[in-house]
Each structure stands twice: as structure tokens, then as C-alpha cells.
């Protein structure tokens, strides 16, 4: 079973309400799936309270935490020097939630760790071929 990354983090809702609400999510890498990040929303933030689990392109949130990125229902930008916006699209609507830069780009370092850029889809081709061999038999 592959290892994963599981790492707390503060965001802030960006809403029309004066003040942001702050939020703690957790950050999730899965070595079995080594091309995807994904940000778990507790209950207490979804429209119908259940847990909400977004996945997007490890790639993106890299270059996101440099320049605007991303097209779609996953969208990240930097904003200023030490923040992170990411921006969420769904049938219900748009959320914006922003980060402190510092912790995601922590959080990359340790994916990259668990399985280093370009080693992705080398991890997926030999888990396939396994597979196939397992079923000849």
C-alpha cells in the first residue's frame, strides 16, 4: 500500500461577509495516485455538511504558488509574497479560499520527497504492468 502525506492547514473562506471565516483543513497526498493533490474540507464549510474533497494537478498548485494558473474547476494564484489563493468551481458555485503560502509549499516538498517530479507516471506504468501479469495467471 502506497504511503501518504497528510498535513493540517489554515485557510480563510473568501466571502462577500466582512470578515473571512478561518477554516482547518487537511492537505493529502496518495503515493497510489502520485499525480494529484487534494485539500479536505470539513463538514461544518459544505452546503450539504459533509465532508468535501477537491483534487487537482500537483503541477498546478507548484506553478499556482508562482504564477496565476490553472483553467477549469481548479484555479491557483499567488497573492502578494506570502499568501495563496486557490479558487473552486462547481455546479453549486465558486469558493475562494486562501493560504498562507509557507505550508503548501512545505507540503509540495514533502510530495515531491514521497515521489520525486517526472517519477509519476513511472510509479503508475509499473503498477499497470503488474497488473497485467497478475491477470495472465
Same mark, same amino acid.
Given at each position: 500500500m502506497p504511503p501518504i502525506i497528510e498535513q493540517s492547514?489554515?485557510?480563510?473562506?473568501?466571502? $462577500?461577509?466582512?470578515?473571512?471565516?478561518?477554516v482547518s483543513v487537511t492537505l493529502r497526498y496518495d503515493g497510489a495516485d502520485p499525480l494529484a493533490m487534494r485539500i479536505v474540507f470539513p463538514p461544518e464549510v459544505s452546503l450539504d455538511h459533509d465532508e468535501v474533497i477537491w483534487a487537482f494537478a500537483r503541477d498546478l498548485l507548484e506553478s499556482g504558488l508562482r504564477l496565476p494558473s490553472g483553467h477549469g474547476d481548479v484555479q491557483v494564484?499567488?497573492?502578494?509574497?506570502?499568501?495563496?489563493?486557490?479558487?473552486?468551481?462547481?455546479?453549486?458555485?465558486v469558493a475562494?479560499?486562501?493560504? $498562507?503560502?509557507?505550508?503548501?509549499?512545505?507540503?509540495?516538498?514533502?510530495?515531491?520527497?514521497?515521489?520525486?517530479?517526472?517519477?509519476?507516471r513511472h $510509479?503508475?506504468?509499473?503498477?499497470?504492468?503488474?497488473?497485467?501479469?497478475?491477470?495472465?495467471t
Open positions: 492547514a489554515k485557510a480563510r473562506l473568501i466571502t $462577500d461577509a466582512p470578515h473571512h471565516k478561518a494564484w499567488p497573492c502578494g509574497r506570502a499568501q495563496t489563493i486557490l479558487e473552486f468551481h462547481s455546479r453549486e458555485g475562494m479560499v486562501q493560504f $498562507d503560502s509557507t505550508p503548501l509549499h512545505r507540503f509540495l516538498e514533502s510530495s515531491y520527497s514521497m515521489v520525486p517530479a517526472g517519477e509519476e $510509479d503508475i506504468e509499473v503498477e499497470n504492468e503488474l497488473g497485467k501479469l497478475l491477470h495472465r
